[in-house]
């Protein structure tokens, strides 16, 4: 792996727009600025559900998480609870999801009004109290071990029918999903694809074992920075520096993260390529507050601005930009449309 100087200089480089680009951008804004008040009192939580565990999960004595983005209305209601990422298994999501729809907050206010808080994510790990499964099944360790054959000796044509078989699983434990994970990262980086690999990685958690996980947030640090999702990459910064298991990684990372944050406040666009794949939308968290939708390239039907206390759904029209408060902080776009859609977001540099 290169130096932190030389990777940042190849990021750097990799992500400035040409003329003809930033000149197809059309910098109005696509609303007006709400004036911000700044009192602020957080929503508190009158009624949690629980999750009911997943029969069929609970037999076969399966574990699985779920990673969910919600709203909280004025009335404390939660409504437009999204599925952000899970451990593989559908009846897991299906539950968190159900579960947080019924829950219930004293909602959020801003000056004595209630108001809608839009930043909220949880994510809810569904963990067997007695008998829990120490290892992987017999039926999957053989698909595994097939895989892994053909992946070494780069049968690719024979390793993908495998991974797409055990994609297509509707029901995993969550180690067997951790070692597909890892072993898709593994072939997407053969590949050189990079959004691919990072996608597996974020799958793959090895929450139980702390050498592993360090080595794959590590991985995920570094394809963060190189696809310029920085503000994940400060989320991946921060757990690596919890574990003892990285301690060895840390002066490097903090080399780069401080060129990242350096680069979010420098006056060069920043760019990120996207494409909406399984779900029906794309999302990332902002690192500044304005930002353009271009070389769309496919059908976008609806961007959803989440930010602390505010939320705005809007069509999306091509090289439309779009301006949100700076003080509203903390900000994720939802990005919706058909599937294979293609498009880049223009984050343009913060104006003093």
Same mark, same amino acid.
């Given at each position: 792996?290169?130096?932190?100087?030389?990777?940042? $200089?190849?990021?750097?480089?990799?992500?400035?727009?040409?003329?003809?680009?930033?000149?197809?951008?059309?910098?109005?804004?696509?609303?007006?600025?709400?004036?911000?008040?700044?009192?602020?009192?957080?929503?508190?939580?009158?009624?949690?559900?629980?999750?009911?565990?997943?029969?069929?999960?609970?037999?076969?004595?399966?574990?699985?998480?779920?990673?969910?983005?919600?709203?909280?209305? @004025?009335?404390?209601?939660?409504? *437009?609870?999204?599925?952000?990422? $899970?451990?593989?298994?559908?009846?897991?999501?299906?539950?968190? @999801?159900?579960?947080? %729809?019924?829950?219930?907050?004293?909602?959020?206010?801003?000056?004595?009004?209630?108001?809608?808080?839009?930043?909220?994510?949880?994510?809810?790990?569904?963990? +067997?109290?007695?008998?829990?499964?120490?290892?992987?099944?017999?039926?999957?360790?053989?698909?595994?071990?097939?895989?892994?054959?053909?992946?070494?000796?780069?049968?690719?044509?024979?390793?993908?029918?495998?991974?797409?078989? +055990?994609?297509?699983?509707?029901?995993?434990?969550?180690?067997? *999903?951790?070692?597909?994970?890892?072993?898709?990262?593994?072939?997407?980086?053969? !590949?050189?694809?990079?959004?691919?690999?990072?996608?597996?990685?974020?799958?793959?958690?090895?929450?139980?074992?702390? @050498?592993?996980?360090?080595?794959?947030?590590?991985?995920?640090?570094?394809?963060?920075?190189?696809?310029? !999702?920085?503000?994940?990459?400060?989320?991946?910064?921060?757990?690596?520096?919890?574990?003892?298991?990285?301690?060895?990684?840390?002066?490097?990372?903090?080399?780069? +993260?401080?060129?990242?944050?350096?680069?979010?406040?420098?006056?060069?666009?920043?760019?990120?390529?996207?494409?909406?794949?399984?779900?029906?939308?794309? %999302?990332?968290?902002?690192?500044?507050?304005?930002? %353009?939708?271009?070389?769309?390239?496919?059908?976008?039907? @609806?961007?959803?601005?989440?930010?602390?206390?505010?939320?705005?759904?809007?069509?999306?029209?091509?090289?439309?930009?779009?301006?949100?408060?700076?003080?509203?902080?903390?900000?994720?776009?939802?990005?919706?449309?058909?599937?294979?859609?293609?498009? %880049?977001?223009?984050?343009?540099?913060?104006?003093?």
């Amino acid at each position: 792996m290169s130096n932190a100087s030389s990777f940042f $200089t190849l990021l750097v480089s990799s992500i400035l727009l040409s003329n003809a680009a930033l000149a197809q951008i059309n910098q109005a804004n696509a609303f007006e600025i709400s004036k911000h008040l700044t009192t602020i009192v957080e929503p508190k939580p009158i009624k949690r559900v629980s999750p009911q565990y997943p029969r069929s999960a609970a037999r076969n004595n399966r574990e699985g998480w779920a990673t969910l983005s919600f709203v909280i209305g @004025k009335d404390g209601n939660v409504s *437009n609870v999204l599925v952000t990422e $899970t451990s593989g298994s559908k009846d897991f999501a299906n539950a968190a @999801k159900k579960a947080v %729809s019924k829950w219930q907050y004293q909602p959020a206010f801003e000056n004595g009004e209630a108001i809608q808080q839009c930043v909220n994510t949880i994510r809810m790990d569904f963990k +067997m109290n007695g008998n829990r499964p120490q290892g992987v099944s017999r039926r999957f360790n053989s698909k595994y071990n097939k895989a892994l054959a053909a992946f070494e000796s780069k049968n690719y044509a024979e390793l993908e029918a495998i991974l797409v078989s +055990m994609q297509e699983t509707r029901y995993m434990h969550i180690l067997e *999903n951790d070692f597909m994970h890892l072993l898709a990262a593994d072939y997407a980086k053969i !590949k050189q694809d990079q959004a691919l690999q990072l996608r597996h990685l974020t799958r793959s958690t090895f929450s139980s074992n702390s @050498k592993q996980q360090a080595h794959n947030l590590y991985r995920t640090f570094f394809l963060q920075v190189e696809l310029n !999702k920085f503000r994940a990459a400060h989320r991946t910064y921060k757990k690596l520096s919890k574990l003892d298991a990285a301690e060895t990684y840390m002066p490097q990372l903090k080399e780069i +993260m401080k060129k990242v944050d350096d680069f979010i406040g420098s006056k060069n666009e920043l760019v990120i390529e996207a494409t909406i794949k399984e779900q029906d939308y794309w %999302s990332i968290g902002l690192v500044r507050n304005e930002f %353009s939708l271009v070389n769309v390239k496919g059908t976008l039907d @609806k961007l959803d601005i989440r930010c602390a206390n505010k939320r705005h759904v809007y069509t999306v029209e091509e090289n439309n930009s779009w301006k949100i408060p700076a003080s509203w902080k903390n900000g994720s776009i939802f990005v919706f449309g058909e599937p294979n859609t293609s498009f %880049s977001l223009v984050e343009h540099p913060i104006k003093s």
